[in-house]
């Protein structure tokens, strides 16, 4: 008789090229070797062609460095959902693009420039910020690549291009039509730094330190004496404030109409003080004694006037609604130069809007004592003349959050300046009398957002928003075409104009501004109504987020595969004030409509600690190290196993984390893949499915079981790609990979697949359900694992695309029936109530392998009952000799209740007959040692091994 190890030869053991460890820093950039040789993304193109259109149009990354994890969190996204959609059926072309002006790659030049910058012309300089962009945006390019994102990338959009600039300028002009844009003289949040206004988007909050005064301005004795009070008695408004250099331009002090507010005299003098903020001022200012002499409403005090703290001149006390009694006094000192509220009032009354502070953020002349200085820098030489003067009642300093900007990190100022404005709130006649921002709003609530709290987020930022200011006092960016009269100063904003100046600008660029005379921007001959004909041109440029919000013109109205408005948008959740917001305004503005029908937000990029990790703060993780490390693979699981709509950890641990569940999806690809070899048919023999696979009705019972399993999975996973729930979509695939095939199904299908004939039925009914998960699972998570798809799809036998990314989702309807799906219920419960019977009995080492043993179930249950129609072999499904089935009075022991039969008794014996020494399992048809089963004996004889068993 052979010996047993002889046998071996006569199994169909698994054989695989596919490798069990990854290599995927090494081997992923062979994928896109392969996909540039095919020109895959072309190829999507044309197989797409015709299909219906899903546009992803892409926010524009800035151009002034290497990508971090946050970028490749953002733009892997959108590879899945680019991806998704086009395994769905749809065309889903994806153009990227670039945002390329403004003042970070300014600054960047600036350094780089040093002197020589003084040298150089405006027209000079501006081309060097465009080398520099370009620099990084091919950088930055092979990044996105690296990532194995699938894009346009021979053909993006910039905001630098001519044919970009062209469309911004023609949509400032489109917008000068509407009547919404105008010059005007307002506060804007101002960088000292920078010396230039910025955007609401462009400030962010952060904790800074203030010194918190409480300054006593006292009332003219007419006031007092309109008031009743005795004028013998200094009467005094007190005022609290957390920047002390605006009050040199304190004008006014406004009240609440309806508020009560107490004079109490304290030391032989009168102060006004809101009647709810009275007991908690007092305490901070240590005052005991005081009584209370007169009570007024707010409205008393209007056109009431005061003495300014320190210099001569009078204020003069308003009312507004904004005040609050959250904190200080009741009483708001007011400048009308530096604050939104207190600019509204000034308007309002008719107050000079006074600003003695310039664009460096230092006081002018109008302050002599602090002229030059920074106010910043002053605050403390203030706060002790206020001191000095008797003026100060209270003085500390505190932390609180206070808005900086967000490129340089440097605190910033209100300060009022001319500005061009769009403004929110002036009828539109274009869009039939209705305001910026009533049709705004309309817009958002027809928009798809996810989540859905986005809605409510970017609606209360774009009812709350002030006028937006869309001129900056920079180089780097699209002027403001607008010119000026030498003679008059009257602006000109001509539709003849705009359109010279768009015809220019899609030859030679927004440079040509900066390089021609005005005169070349205006028809020949062209006067002025006052009759001038010298003109002068605008020197500030658009906000850059004009610039970006401008995209859906330049791109999705231009690019022939692409169509406006856009399916979706996806960016970072500040994008609601920034690239959402200008992108609607802008397309609202001019186009009458939002320019996306849906919107998805992620969250930023936090380490494992909770701290946030940016570019900006010098903490960003480079994506590249990360895939040079672990591979893209790896990176893009990451973003698909998150929730991507909160702010998202980062850090090795979690990457270690992911790289267990890759390896799951792997080891089953590989063994799947494994199982497809006939070798015992003949050499390199492998299982073709167009030859061998069998019909899906005549797969053996088990294996409809398991692609039961896969389709309801793959189904579960394209509804989760449908709602942009990628996680769900790793749990599936992650748990059709461990539960479901390796944990089950994996083990009732081993002795199939090692052990009956090459071409057997059951081996045939198994590789078949083998290869259509395997197909499933494989188009399934390319969108995720673009590049392990593609190295195990190229494995698959059978004809096959020239890349998996040319493929579609699985479509495969599930087989079985509830009453079949409610048999398997009860046959897993039943395998599982057995495994906790077994199982000791390893760890005890009473048995070695399962096959040992033999099972007896005893229950009152019948057959039918517990099978219903299926064919099952219970013992393969238990991987042990032999199962019997005795009547529950027989059973004597402990009952275990299993789900949907009741209570069953468990009994494991050894396994009576001898080891077959093929299979393993125990037979009584054996009868001596390495003897071989009826089953093996059959298989055996029927095999034409290169190298037969000795006898």
Known sequence: MAESSDFKKTLNLPQTTFAMKANLPQNEPKRLEMWQEIDLYALIRAKSAGRPQFILHDGPPYANGHIHVGHALNKTLKDIVVKSKTMMGFDSPYVPGWDCHGLPIEHAVDKELGSKKKEMSPADIRRACREFASRYLDIQRQDFIRLGVLGDWSHPYATMSYDYEATIAGALGRFFQTGLVYK???????????????????????????PSVYVRFRLTDESVESLGLPIEKPAYAVIWTTTPWTLPANLAIVVHPEFEYSVIEHDGENYIVATELLTEVAAKFGWTGFKQVKLFKGSAFEHLRYRHAFLPREGVFLLGNYVTLDAGTGLVHTAPGHGADDFDTGRRYGLDIYTPVNHRGQFTDDVPLWAGMHVFKANPLIVEHLRERGALLQSENITHSYP???????????????????????????????????????????????????EERIALMV???????????????????????????????????FHRVEEVFRKEGADAWYEHDASDFLPAGYKCRCGGTEFRKERDILDVWFDSGCSHLAVLKTRPELRWPADLYIEGHDQHRGWFQSSLLVGTGIEGAAPYRGVVTCGFIINEAGDKMSKSRGNALSAQDVIKQNGADILRLWVATVDYSDDVAFGPQLIARVAESYRKVRNTARYLLANFGDELIAPGAVFDPARDALPLEQLLDVDRWVLD??????????????????????????????????????????????????????????????????????????????FTAEEIYTALPGEKEASVHLTEFPSMAPLLSDPEI???????????????????????????????????LYTDVRRDDIFGKLDIDLAKVFIVSHVDIRPLAEWTGTLAEVRGLGNIGIAMSPARGLKCARCWQYREEVKEAAGLCRRCENVVAKLAVTEAPTV
């Open 184 to 210: 005007g003289l307002k506060p804007v949040h101002w960088c000292t730094y920078d010396q230039s206004a910025l955007a609401e988007a462009e400030v962010e909050y952060s904790d800074h330190t203030s």
């Open 404 to 454: 900086h900007c967000w490129r340089c990190k440097n605190p910033i100022i209100f300060r009022a300046t001319e500005q061009w404005f769009i403004a929110m709130d002036t009828p539109n006649a274009a869009a039939g009398g209705q305001t910026l921002r009533t049709a705004a709003l309309e817009q958002i609530h027809q928009v798809q957002w996810h989540p859905a709290w986005g």
């Open 463 to 497: 009812e709350n928003r002030p006028d937006w200011c869309i001129s900056r006092q920079r180089l780097w960016g699209v002027p403001i075409t607008v010119l000026y009269c030498e003679k008059c100063n009257e602006a000109v904003t001509s539709p003849e104009l």
């Open 822 to 856: 409610m048999a398997w219920d009860r046959i897993l419960a039943l395998r599982e109530a057995v495994n906790k019977v077994i199982e000791p009995a390893r760890a005890a080492k009473e048995i070695g392998q399962s096959l040992e043993a033999d099972i007896t």
């Open 709 to 786: 399993r896969a389709a309801r999975a793959f189904a579960r996973c394209r509804e989760a790609y449908d709602s942009y729930d990628f996680h769900i979509v790793v749990q599936r695939v992650v748990e059709l990979c461990t539960v479901d095939l390796s944990a089950t199904y994996v083990d009732l299908s081993k002795d199939t697949m090692y052990c009956e004939a090459p071409a057997s039925r059951q081996r045939r009914s198994a590789q078949t359900a083998m290869y259509h998960i395997l197909r499933g699972l494989v188009a399934t998570v390319a969108p995720i694992l673009s």
